[in-house]
């Protein structure tokens, strides 16, 4: 079967929304595929019902999609907590890329938050500050796709080794394409040299995993580079791709 053969049947499988069928198909037939050809396949399936998510930590993953499918959906999500970093890459990537940015907000604000739930809830309660300032928030903002393209490569951490190239997103009840699933840190390094791909200053004050402000610390030479998320709290995921 060639891909094309494939997404003649994906979007037959799609007109009566078996998307699980999808998924069984194309995570075995774009193992090996390019990221840009799964997100080619994943552009022509599901068409304007795809979008990505970006954390702006770096530009990488838009700069991949925008290149296939100009003008795609980048969902950020707008905690409240960002660094100003962060914040200024994501107006830097509106202005530098074909994308169309949608700023994701929780349903309280930072200051409504305190308020309802005390001070401070990202140090006392983090798993419950993430789900309601990320989590529930891109929860609702996908509900109007069927897809939605992450950045999470099997190599960052042990809980993402597993990660296909196409997936089930059960939770949501939606497909999720991981086109740079197998990518090592060397081919991001390469690929972001090769194409000058917007990066988020912070990286390069030792911040090579970027979250909120009050929960990434800096990160010394030869630690893990997600040690600097969540140190000291036993946490290692948001929630988001669990």
């Known amino acids: 079967m060639t891909l094309v053969d494939l997404e003649i049947t994906l979007r037959e499988q799609r007109g009566t929304l078996d998307l699980q069928a999808i998924v069984e198909s194309a995570a075995v037939f774009l193992e090996d595929a390019p990221a840009r050809e799964i997100i080619r396949w994943a552009a022509a399936t599901f068409g304007d019902r795809l979008c990505l998510t970006s954390s702006m930590s770096d530009a990488l993953l838009i700069d991949l999609v925008s290149r296939v499918k100009p003008g795609v959906d980048v969902l950020f999500i707008d905690t409240g907590y960002h660094f100003a970093e962060t914040i200024g890459t994501r107006d830097a990537v509106q202005q530098v890329y074909d994308v169309n940015v949608i700023n994701v907000q929780p349903s309280r604000t930072v200051a409504e938050q305190e308020r309802d739930l005390g001070p ?48 089930w997103d059960a939770k949501r009840q939606m497909v999720k394409v991981n086109p740079i699933a197998r990518w090592t840190q060397d081919d991001v390094d390469n690929y972001m040299a090769d194409n000058g791909v917007l990066i988020n200053p912070l990286h390069y004050d030792n911040y090579p995993s970027i979250g909120c402000a009050p929960c990434t610390r800096q990160v010394a030479d030869g630690e893990d580079p997600r040690s600097g998320r969540w140190a000291g709290m036993g946490k290692t995921e948001c929630g988001i791709h669990l």
């Open 120 to 167: 401070r809830l990202f140090g006392r309660n983090p798993d419950l500050c993430c789900y309601l300032r990320k989590v529930e928030p891109l929860n609702r903002a996908l509900e109007p796709y069927l897809a939605w393209i992450s950045g999470i490569r099997r190599d960052e951490s042990p809980t993402r080794t597993g990660t296909k190239v196409v997936e």
